[in-house]
């Protein structure tokens, strides 16, 4: 699956539910979300380690990995319509990015080894309401996610007066399922919702843009993948029409 045919379809499904809300139909609430991204992405931390350890034994001594795929922040757009009761058709779909960088500047010369990260996910799921006290409610989420990601992987090679400059598109799509739990306060149609969720997802080797059978592979021989199993903690404002 390409990430066109991902975003085509978070897109679709989240137009369904904007278009539920319609003149007739249930009230939609739609949020905007600013999250706090702690994923594994344990394949890139191994592949780079490997990748730091073999420039240093070609020649660059010094070569140190300055940016190993931190934790990042991300923003979501989600849009949400009352099935029955205390539970909602919930949608959403966000974007985030992080990346990586190997480095050595001397008087010789300069080793830069760039990989730049960003994925965009789609869900949809549902959320219940077990908790509600005036404007304050516990809220639980359940999301089928679906992921695509993509890296651009750029490499500088300057020796004296000599240069040599390369970069590649590697991208891939996964899946995974999201439990979620939040804290909200609504006033009118206004809400403040702060959310923490967990993420489980598949790690499918990264590939050309233009190839899905030429896989990344590390030094050591094992595929590489964008591995986004792991934890968001986030704030939305929302508004209920």
């Given at each position: 699956?390409?990430?066109?045919?991902?975003?085509?379809?978070?897109?679709?499904?989240?137009?369904c539910i904007l278009m539920a809300s319609a003149p007739g139909a249930a009230q939609t609430t739609v949020r905007i979300r600013g999250s706090?991204?702690?994923?594994?992405?344990?394949?890139?931390?191994?592949?780079?380690?490997?990748?730091?350890?073999?420039?240093?034994?070609?020649?660059?001594?010094?070569?140190?990995?300055?940016?190993t795929f931190p934790d990042h922040t991300g923003v979501q757009?989600?849009?949400?319509?009352?099935?029955?009761?205390?539970?909602?058709?919930?949608?959403?779909i966000g974007?985030?990015?992080?990346?990586?960088?190997i480095h050595q500047l001397d008087y010789s010369g300069e080793l830069r080894l760039d990989q730049r990260l960003s994925h965009w996910s789609g869900s949809t799921g549902i959320e219940a309401v077990p908790l509600k006290q005036g404007p304050h409610s516990i809220r639980l989420t359940l999301s089928l996610v679906a992921l695509a990601t993509s890296m651009k992987d750029e490499s500088l090679i300057?020796?004296?007066?000599?240069?040599?400059?390369?970069?590649?598109?590697?991208i891939s799509s996964d899946a995974g399922i999201e439990?979620?739990?939040?804290?909200?306060?609504?006033?009118?149609?206004?809400s403040l919702n702060a959310r923490g969720a967990l993420l489980a997802a598949t790690g499918r080797p990264l590939?050309?843009?233009?190839?899905?059978?030429?896989?990344?592979?590390?030094?050591?021989?094992d595929p590489?993948?964008?591995?986004?199993?792991?934890s968001r903690l986030s704030i939305g404002m929302g508004y209920t029409f």
């Amino acid at each position: 699956m390409s990430i066109r045919t991902t975003l085509t379809l978070a897109l679709a499904g989240i137009g369904c539910i904007l278009m539920a809300s319609a003149p007739g139909a249930a009230q939609t609430t739609v949020r905007i979300r600013g999250s706090f991204n702690r994923y594994s992405l344990r394949a890139l931390h191994v592949a780079q380690q490997r990748t730091e350890a073999d420039a240093q034994t070609a020649g660059f001594r010094y070569a140190k990995a300055v940016d190993t795929f931190p934790d990042h922040t991300g923003v979501q757009i989600e849009a949400l319509v009352p099935l029955s009761g205390a539970v909602s058709l919930i949608g959403s779909i966000g974007y985030g990015s992080t990346g990586g960088r190997i480095h050595q500047l001397d008087y010789s010369g300069e080793l830069r080894l760039d990989q730049r990260l960003s994925h965009w996910s789609g869900s949809t799921g549902i959320e219940a309401v077990p908790l509600k006290q005036g404007p304050h409610s516990i809220r639980l989420t359940l999301s089928l996610v679906a992921l695509a990601t993509s890296m651009k992987d750029e490499s500088l090679i300057r020796v004296l007066d000599e240069s040599h400059q390369e970069t590649t598109k590697l991208i891939s799509s996964d899946a995974g399922i999201e439990v979620g739990a939040a804290y909200q306060i609504s006033v009118g149609p206004v809400s403040l919702n702060a959310r923490g969720a967990l993420l489980a997802a598949t790690g499918r080797p990264l590939h050309l843009s233009d190839n899905d059978k030429a896989q990344l592979y590390d030094s050591g021989g094992d595929p590489v993948g964008a591995n986004w199993s792991g934890s968001r903690l986030s704030i939305g404002m929302g508004y209920t029409f």
